[in-house]
């Protein structure tokens, strides 16, 4: 007779059996991707397959950082998204405020219009906006990667839903104190929506790190491309013997976000699912 | 009797204090400061150009031509019968109902599976979320060399059981459902997620009681208690899948770039192959507009599984 | 048949002894209750009991019958939780029933929809019915059977969940705490419906709580747990007249026994601040002795000579009792005291009152908390050599 305690251990060593099988599946092309770029092309072009380089060599990265720009890449991408972030954050945080705690008229059209925009995915609007940047003449610029997106539906959204939480009665004493509304709105409420947008910006952050489609449509040029947009450039310039660099410009572009999940994990996935809860 | 009224109603307007007022007028004046330039922002970026790409689908335009004319539904009559949009909805939704049950079940059984112990569940649950926070196009590379034909470790992994791996994106009756595996990949952990919190929300006391009630076997548990009270986040964690996998297109871009042979090819890829590349202009506006009916449709499906979900128990 | 033995009992969680070695034998058909302050471990008692935890050493019988092997669902235990655990997407009917369909149906039968049709289902089925309508007659609930809980009150989601351990008939009823969630008005009414319950069915009974009013009312016998330890085991009188600790002696009793602090003089007698209280055999000088009075047990001492004095500071009156806060002049905290009612109109604070113990009433216990045995002869309070008090 096999003991409760003994059946219990049992199964959740099974657990972890089951887990692990499952992990290894997950982190292989990780693993994969990490192990093939330190590979010479003798380990890559073979029918035997290892996931431990035998003659392990940086030549990949190498290649990879002459033939292109890559660090210009990961550049852009900062450029782009903290672009992006700073002024949804600067469009978005008074004007939630104003919907959450001001009255005025034409409020609640404002906010319906809001969850309206909260419907449209960035694809529905491209063909316009492409044009609308084509004619300015804007094109092929930071500017279009940027500007389209600083306004944020689902950013004036969760900081709506935040401020609705603050009491009014602190917003009493600090107008009996004396403060102007502007000075409320960035001494006060940011403060205090350091959290909401914290969450937010991981969102923002690695949705438009990610995103491959808008820099596709809007721009050609390496110099500008972000890192998405910069590897499929990589991949469309190089023959086929450059699986080695690829790999490795892969590893290259995918170590920042891995790097900030890591690091911080549980916000991180907060950030990141709330963006369901549109 | 009405003068009398709004002589009343005046002089009482006027016998506000005069600071009321103007308070009242500061607010509304402040507010319309900070609401403004995400207004204009709004018009501008957002629900004007949808609004321009619905009206643009009734028309000829090509970009770049000077003029363009109303054509009524004649872009959509063309949809309708060209076969590249038939093949291109039904890949979709080929892919949506797979990544869906694939990603939703694995998700699942993952989050269950993690939550059913105390010992290591951040570990777990950081590896099964990594490949969410990976750039997909990135790692769509390091797929194509593991589904490599000839050097992929795939084949090669297959091999040693005797079964003969093909060439998975260059071969029309997997392409696809590569491509679905793929997805599933990226959004299992995501799916895990959701489900934990879920799973977190049942109140341990249901177990006990339900130990007590009669039965100790996990199957048991998972009828009487987890899948019920589990219901409503399940339905919204398929919703959103919905939504997120019918938004596929960085994978078939780069991997199969909609072949062979338009076996891969999905809405937004045709979307933007039509206004991108043949720059179509009003076609692909007329697309545009289907596949935001779509979207429409869904999110609208998840609200409501949103509100039931908070007024459940 | 259904008596309960916890022998040896240890609990251990992380290094942590939640249960240190409990012993305890729980009599057929008693209503047994465990009390002690939050942590000191009657909850995790309760739940070995009914299997939901294993302990780290030991054994428990229920009905002389070993049960450490045997699944929460074999043991033959019900029970009612703080937080009634009721399924929230079942009906009144599922929830009362569930422990029947579980047992009695199998997989199939279960089967939502098409189960009823596999044979032999209709008739488990309809007899399960019954014992539901039979226990919801009980409680009151045969209204309320198709309901959910959230559309039921506190009282009621409570019967449902006190109706679903019915129904199984089980040898001993556990419940943890099922009061406090309660208002105060409620609770004293399900206090009594408990204990008919208790009557009616005459299963022994476990209950735990840490509301000492619900176990001086409620129970044959008490238990006095502190950080995992039994401390002492008694009716509800013997706990309260006879406590073995000075913990046990502040636990029980509302408002808390006054403890005031004594010290044996050379010539034997122990005395409090200036006053002799009694002479005490078999203590050396100078030891400190815990004095305990209850409040209902000082008195207004008619002869000044023969009273402590104190110093009233501030009173409460309730209508039907009248609380005296006294400041004794030996320098102890607040002194309550109650006294009678046609006193209220007497007094004003900061007024001088001379009180003495009633006979016999005085509890002692040394600085360990263990309480002395009085062998002596029970002198009263009294100030000073010259003004002994003679019982």
């Known amino acids: 007779m096999i003991s409760p305690r003994h059946t219990k251990l049992a199964i959740g060593g099974l657990r972890h059996l089951v887990l692990a099988i499952g992990a290894f599946v997950v982190l292989f092309p990780f693993i994969w991707m990490l192990s093939a770029s330190f590979k010479p092309p003798s380990e890559i072009y073979t029918q035997d397959v290892q996931l431990i380089p035998i003659a392990w060599t940086l030549e990949n990265y190498i290649r990879a950082f002459s033939a292109q720009p890559l660090g210009k890449y990961l550049l852009n991408g900062v450029i782009v998204t903290f672009g992006i972030f700073a002024f949804q954050v600067l469009f978005a945080l008074p004007c939630a405020f104003a919907l959450a705690k001001l009255n005025f008229r034409g409020r609640e059209v404002l906010f319906a219009l809001i969850i309206l925009g909260l419907l449209i995915p960035e694809y529905v609007i491209s063909i316009p906006v492409f044009f609308m940047f084509f004619k300015i003449g804007l094109l092929n610029t930071y500017w279009s990667l940027i500007i389209p997106f600083w306004i944020s539906a689902f950013g004036i959204f969760l900081m709506r839903q935040f401020f609705k939480t603050i009491p009014d009665d602190l917003l009493a004493a600090a107008r009996l104190d004396g403060l102007s509304e502007i000075m409320i709105v960035w001494r006060i409420m940011a403060p205090l929506a350091v959290p909401a947008v914290m969450a937010f910006a991981i969102f923002s952050v690695v949705f438009h790190w990610n995103d491959f489609y808008w820099p596709l449509i809007m721009v050609n040029d390496a110099e500008i491309a972000t890192p998405p947009l910069g590897i499929v450039l990589?991949?469309?310039?190089?023959?086929?013997?450059?699986?080695?660099?690829?790999?490795?410009?892969?590893?290259?572009?995918?170590?920042?976000?891995?790097?900030?999940?890591?690091?911080?994990?549980?916000?991180?996935?907060?950030?990141?699912?709330?963006?369901s809860f549109k | 009797m009405s003068r009398v009224d709004n002589q009343t109603r005046d002089l009482a307007a006027v016998a506000m204090p005069r600071r009321q007022r103007s308070a009242q007028s500061i607010?509304?004046?402040?507010?319309?400061?900070?609401?403004?330039?995400?207004?204009?922002?709004?018009?501008?970026?957002?629900?004007?150009?949808?609004?321009?790409?619905v009206v643009l689908s009734f028309t000829d335009w090509q970009f770049g031509s000077k003029t363009f004319e109303f054509i009524g539904f004649t872009n959509y009559a063309e949809m309708f019968q060209d076969d590249v949009f038939w093949t291109s909805i039904t890949n979709t939704l080929i892919y949506v109902s797979v990544v869906v049950v694939g990603s939703v079940s694995l998700g699942l059984m993952i989050a269950m599976l993690i939550e059913s112990r105390p010992s290591f569940r951040r570990v777990w649950r950081t590896i099964y979320f990594l490949p969410v926070t990976a750039t997909l196009v990135a790692m769509a590379l390091v797929f194509e060399y593991i589904l490599h034909p000839a050097f992929g470790p795939l084949n090669e992994f297959l091999g040693l059981f005797g079964v003969e791996g093909t060439n998975w994106l260059q071969n029309r009756s997997t392409a696809l459902l590569t491509l679905c595996g793929i997805g599933i990949w990226q959004a299992v952990g995501f799916n895990m997620v959701l489900f934990l919190a879920g799973l977190t929300a049942i109140p341990t006391d249901l177990y006990d009681a339900v130990a007590i009630d009669g039965s100790d076997s996990t199957w048991d548990r998972f009828c009487v208690v987890v899948w019920p009270l589990l219901g409503p986040t399940t339905m919204f964690v398929v919703?959103?899948?919905?939504?997120?996998?019918?938004?596929?297109?960085?994978?078939?871009?780069?991997?199969?770039?909609?072949?062979?042979?338009?076996?891969?090819?999905?809405?937004?890829?045709?979307?933007?192959?039509?206004?991108?590349?043949?720059f179509r202009s009003g076609y692909a506006a007329a697309l545009t507009t289907i596949f935001l009916i779509f979207v429409l449709i869904l999110t609208l499906v998840q609200r409501i599984s949103i509100e039931k979900r908070i007024h459940y128990g | 048949m259904s008596g309960v033995t916890i022998n040896s009992i240890e609990k251990s969680f992380d290094q942590q002894k939640i249960l240190k070695n409990v012993d305890l034998e729980?009599?057929?058909?008693?209503?047994?209750?465990?009390?002690?302050?939050?942590?000191?471990?009657?909850?995790?008692?309760?739940?070995?009991?009914a299997g939901l935890e294993r302990q780290t050493a030991g054994s428990i019988q229920i009905g002389g019958q070993v049960v450490d092997e045997l699944a929460p669902s074999r043991r033959d235990v019900a029970m009612v939780f703080q937080s009634y655990a009721l399924y929230p997407h079942m009906t009144v009917r599922e929830n009362i029933g569930l422990p029947l369909t579980i047992r009695r149906l199998n997989?199939?039968?279960?089967?939502?929809?098409?189960?009823?049709?596999?044979?032999?289902?209709?008739?488990?089925?309809?007899?399960?019915?019954?014992?539901?309508?039979?226990?919801?007659?009980?409680?009151?609930?045969?209204?309320?059977?198709?309901r959910k809980p959230r559309q039921l009150s506190g009282g009621q989601r409570q019967r449902v969940a006190v109706g679903r351990a019915l129904v199984r008939h089980p040898k001993v009823f556990l419940l943890d705490e099922p009061l406090s969630n309660l208002d105060a008005a409620l609770r004293v009414q399900m206090r009594a419906e408990i204990i008919e319950l208790h009557k009616r069915i005459g299963v022994t009974f476990i209950y735990v709580t840490h509301d000492q009013v619900e176990a001086m009312t409620m129970s044959d016998r008490v238990v006095v747990m502190m950080e995992g330890d039994i401390i002492q085991v008694g009716t509800p009188a013997e706990l309260y007249e006879n406590p073995r600790f000075v913990r046990v002696a502040t636990f029980i009793g509302s408002p808390k026994i006054n403890i005031l602090d004594g010290i044996v003089l050379d010539d034997g007698s122990l005395a409090i601040g200036d006053y002799v209280v009694d002479r005490l055999v078999g203590h050396p000088a100078g030891t400190k002795i815990q004095v305990c009075i209850r409040p209902e047990n000082i008195e207004v001492s008619k002869d000044q000579h023969r009273g402590f004095r104190c110093i009233l500071q501030r009173h409460e009156y309730l209508g039907s009792e009248l609380y005296l806060f006294l400041k004794p002049d030996s320098g102890d905290e607040n002194v309550i005291m109650r006294a009678p009612i046609d006193q209220a109109r007497k007094i004003e604070n900061s007024e001088i009152i001379y009180v003495r113990a009633k006979e016999?009433?005085?509890?002692?216990?040394?600085?360990?908390?263990?309480?002395?045995?009085?062998?002596?002869?029970?002198?009263?309070?009294?100030?000073?050599?010259?003004h002994y008090v003679a019982g």
């Open chain 3, 107 to 146: 997989f199939f039968r279960r089967f939502p929809v098409i189960g009823r049709f596999i044979p032999g289902a209709r008739a488990i089925m309809r007899e399960i019915e019954n014992e539901i309508q039979t226990v919801a007659a009980t409680l009151g609930l045969e209204n309320l059977l198709d």
């Open chain 2, 239 to 278: 919703i959103i899948s919905c939504i997120r996998s019918f938004q596929v297109f960085d994978t078939v871009k780069v991997l199969t770039d909609g072949g062979p042979n338009r076996a891969t090819e999905v809405l937004l890829f045709t979307m933007f192959s039509e206004g991108f590349t043949y």
């Open chain 3, 360 to 386: 016999k009433r005085v509890l002692l216990f040394d600085q360990d908390g263990r309480r002395i045995e009085q062998n002596t002869d029970n002198k009263q309070i009294g100030p000073s050599e010259q």
């Open chain 2, 27 to 53: 607010e509304a004046a402040t507010a319309y400061l900070f609401v403004t330039p995400a207004t204009l922002l709004l018009f501008l970026l957002l629900l004007g150009p949808a609004a321009s790409v």
């Open chain 3, 26 to 49: 729980i009599v057929d058909g008693e209503f047994l209750t465990l009390i002690g302050p939050s942590g000191c471990g009657k909850t995790t008692l309760l739940r070995i009991i």
């Open chain 1, 234 to 275: 990589f991949s469309n310039a190089e023959a086929g013997d450059a699986v080695g660099p690829m790999m490795a410009a892969a590893v290259i572009i995918t170590l920042p976000l891995i790097l900030l999940f890591l690091s911080l994990q549980r916000r991180f996935i907060e950030g990141l699912t709330m963006g």
